[in-house]
Structures are given as structure tokens and as C-alpha cells.
């Protein structure tokens, strides 16, 4: 069993910034692969950027490349998301997923356990 536990989400005006962090606890945090999806208000939840066990490898949704950064520290366990630039379409409850294994994963049927969320809001 793994927990997850967001924060740093909060209201922020158009073109700022916000760091949301995601600590793990439960199993060994370096064997897993971390992800970060996103869900707005009558929408479906969708993903947003992922990194593999040893923060080698990451993978970006087309809609915040360039804007957004996911970095994770296995010795505190816990995986970041730094968010840059914030547009007012940004605004959703951001979770962080966790999974088993090697690669990047950017469905979320594919990963195990999931965080509560955190709530961003990028005002106009």
C-alpha cells in the first residue's frame, strides 16, 4: 500500500507560478513511477506529465510542455510539479499517481494509487 499526499495548490493570477509536491510513504519510493493528472470541473481527468523511478526520463502533455517541470527526490520521498506561466485554463484539481515499474506512463488506468488533490486556480 502506497499513501500520497498533495499540497501547494492555492489561487494564483494568470502568468505566475505555484509548486504542488506529492510525498509518498508506504513502500520503497524509488522502484515506483510517478505521475501527475489533472481534472477540471465537468471534464474527465487528464493527464499531465510523468517521471520515471530515477527521474531520468519524464514525459509532458502537449499543453504545458515547456511551462511545466516535474522533478521527484527519493530521499525525501516526494515528486514535484513546478508550474510556470499559469493560464487560467490550468485551473483543476491536480493528483498525483503512483505505479510500479521502469517507464513513463501517461494513462491513468495505468497507475495504482492516487493522491486526494489539490485544488489550483489560475485567475484572469
Known amino acids: 500500500q502506497v499513501q500520497l499526499v498533495e499540497s501547494g495548490g492555492g489561487l494564483v493570477q494568470a502568468g505566475g507560478s505555484l509548486r504542488l509536491s506529492c510525498a509518498a510513504s508506504?513502500?520503497?519510493?524509488?522502484?515506483?513511477?510517478m505521475g501527475w493528472f489533472r481534472q477540471a470541473p465537468g471534464k474527465e481527468r487528464e493527464f499531465v506529465t510523468t517521471?520515471?523511478?530515477?527521474?531520468?526520463?519524464?514525459y509532458y502533455a502537449d499543453s504545458v510542455k515547456g511551462r511545466f517541470t516535474i522533478s521527484r527526490d527519493n530521499a525525501k520521498n516526494t515528486v514535484y510539479l513546478q508550474m510556470n506561466s499559469l493560464k487560467p485554463e490550468d485551473t483543476a484539481v491536480y493528483y498525483c499517481?503512483?505505479?510500479?515499474?521502469?517507464?513513463?506512463?501517461?494513462?491513468?488506468?495505468?497507475?495504482?494509487?492516487w493522491g486526494q488533490g489539490t485544488q489550483v486556480t489560475v485567475s484572469s
Open positions: 499517481a503512483v505505479r510500479y515499474g521502469s517507464g513513463t506512463y501517461s494513462r491513468p488506468q495505468e497507475y495504482d494509487y
Open positions: 508506504g513502500r520503497t519510493f524509488s522502484s515506483y513511477a
Open positions: 517521471i520515471n523511478w530515477s527521474g531520468g526520463s519524464t
